[in-house]
């Protein structure tokens, strides 16, 4: 019975690792999945130009509207899915049952989430901002408000998520929780490429996203532990 | 220092039984002061000399306005009390408070397209208050939706308590970044540091059917309350004889 005394736990480090590998590599086996979203984050913005007017330059007015609200609602599609299978199959509770803080592990759940939605998306605006026209000026503001600004609607989406995983229906509910306290991400996301369209400076809208993303990520894993305590729990 | 009352105030039964006796005297206060206020405000407080007669719904705007915040205080403060020492009633309480707050939100939104129309030339403006008060709405209907989401009492007492604790850290950031984003609405005529601007004529019965609506309120809240006490109560001897005695 050597064999089985000489394995260790994993430490803290380690099992944030696992964690995050084994999400990744989920999400990379399971591609449709992966791409839904993003393909979902194209098409509803080429239905701007179709509904609206495909207008060159009323259309790189609006396009940083329509980018944002496209990644915005296309994080809103993938949220769901961020806890529902490790709750159907019980690994969830295992999570729970870990001896290091919940707060950690829910923190790399999350940075894998962000990993294959928000990071995905950032790396796909390119191709919307073509499409919709939005003038060259606004590209790296639009990068770097992405870059900020989805880890903070994965943050706050994962309260949802994990407050309305253990419902059968979840979906529609769970934007309604999350839509509202989404608006802040969106007005200085958009605030921020708006200034550098206007050839403002554009760095103080930045900095309020990272203060708001700070914010998330030391006080929105609390929210999440507890409502996963609660969701098992119930 | 002496804590039974805090104990005493979890007990659904005390708490049903002490507000029997307040319900009537409450509720004739409300009605006192809501009379007093408002036809002293909607008849005779003089008009304005910049907007005239059409001011005067600023009698019903404004207090519903403030209450549609505090509703949303009180109810994050309930739910953290209900997760904190796990008392029945604070959950309940809570719970009671949603749909109250959201029709005042609602209709604070509504009294204030109406005023709008006259003074503004429309109903509706993406001005931030106005969309920080159609945010609250959202926030409102957000909780009560994850409330009746779930089966078990319980369990949508806690869920919905941390929803509304996010929420009301959400709430001065999402105000102020509206804020930022675009204002028309007059600022406050109302506040607590500085003198008021307005002529005591006026400022009196606002004053007065400010302290009315928030006695009305009081008195929905523990209607709602006692209801909500009885229904999950049910299956208690003092309600059931209470039940029986009243049929």
């Known amino acids: 019975m050597s064999e ?48 609206v007017s495909p207008d060159t330059a009323f259309l790189s007015q609006i396009a940083t509207g329509i980018i944002w609200v496209a990644a915005l609602l296309a994080t809103l599609l993938s949220l769901d899915a961020m806890f529902r299978s490790d709750y159907d199959d019980g690994s969830l509770e295992q999570l729970l049952l870990s001896p290091y803080p919940l707060y950690i592990l829910v923190l790399a759940k999350v940075f894998s989430h962000w990993i294959v939605s928000g990071l995905l998306l950032t790396l796909l605006f390119p191709l ?66 708006g200034a550098a369209l206007n050839g403002t400076p554009y760095i103080g809208h930045l900095l309020w996203l990272a203060v708001f993303l700070v914010m998330a990520i030391t006080m929105a894993p609390f929210a999440i532990a507890a409502a996963l305590r609660i969701s098992i729990a119930g | ?119 503004w030339g429309t109903w509706w403006v993406w001005d931030a208050r106005l969309t920080s008060m159609l945010l609250l709405l959202f926030l409102y209907f957000g909780y009560m939706a994850l409330q009746a989401a779930f089966d078990n009492e319980t369990t949508a007492s806690k869920a919905s308590s941390i929803l509304a604790l996010v929420g009301l850290v959400n709430i001065p950031i999402i105000k102020y970044s509206v804020e930022w984003w675009n204002t028309l609405h007059q600022p ?52 059931k004889k209470l039940v029986q005695n009243d049929v």
Not at chain 2, 38 to 53: E, M
Not at chain 2, 198 to 223: D, K, N, Q, R
């Open chain 1, 128 to 193: 919307l901002a073509v499409l919709l026209f939005l003038p060259w000026e606004g590209y790296p503001a639009m990068l770097a408000s992405l870059l900020l600004g989805t880890p903070l609607l994965s943050l706050i989406g994962a309260i949802g998520a994990a407050l309305t995983v253990g419902l059968k229906k979840g979906g529609v509910l769970l934007s309604l929780l999350i839509l509202p306290l989404y608006i802040p991400v969106l007005i200085f996301g958009t605030g921020a490429v």
């Open chain 2, 1 to 119: 220092m002496n804590w039974t009352w805090f104990h005493k105030l979890g007990s659904p039964k005390w708490f049903y039984e002490v507000t029997s006796k307040w319900m009537f005297w409450l509720a004739l206060i409300t009605v006192l002061l809501l009379v007093t206020g408002l036809v002293w405000g909607l008849a005779f407080a003089p008009a304005d000399y910049q907007q005239g007669n059409s001011y005067r719904i600023i009698f019903v705007h404004v207090p519903v306005a403030l209450l549609a915040q505090s509703c949303y205080i009180a109810m994050a403060i309930a739910g953290a009390v209900g997760l904190i020492w796990k008392m029945k009633l604070a959950d309940m309480a809570a719970k009671v408070s949603a749909p109250i707050g959201a029709s005042f939100t609602f209709l604070a939104l509504l009294t204030g397209a109406i005023w709008g129309k006259p003074t």
């Open chain 1, 4 to 51: 089985v005394e000489s394995i260790r736990p994993p430490t803290l480090w380690q099992s944030c690792r696992m964690i995050l590998q084994r999400d990744l590599r989920l999400a990379f086996r399971n591609q449709s999945d992966l791409a839904n979203p993003l393909i979902f984050f194209v098409m509803v913005a080429s239905l701007f130009p179709l509904g």
């Open chain 2, 188 to 239: 406050a005529t109302l506040t607590f540091t500085s003198k008021p601007t307005m002529a005591p004529e006026m400022l009196v019965p606002l004053l007065i059917s400010i302290v009315g609506f928030y006695c009305f309120f009081t008195l929905a809240f523990l209607m709602r309350l006692r209801a909500e006490v009885l229904i999950r109560e049910n299956r208690t001897q003092w309600v």
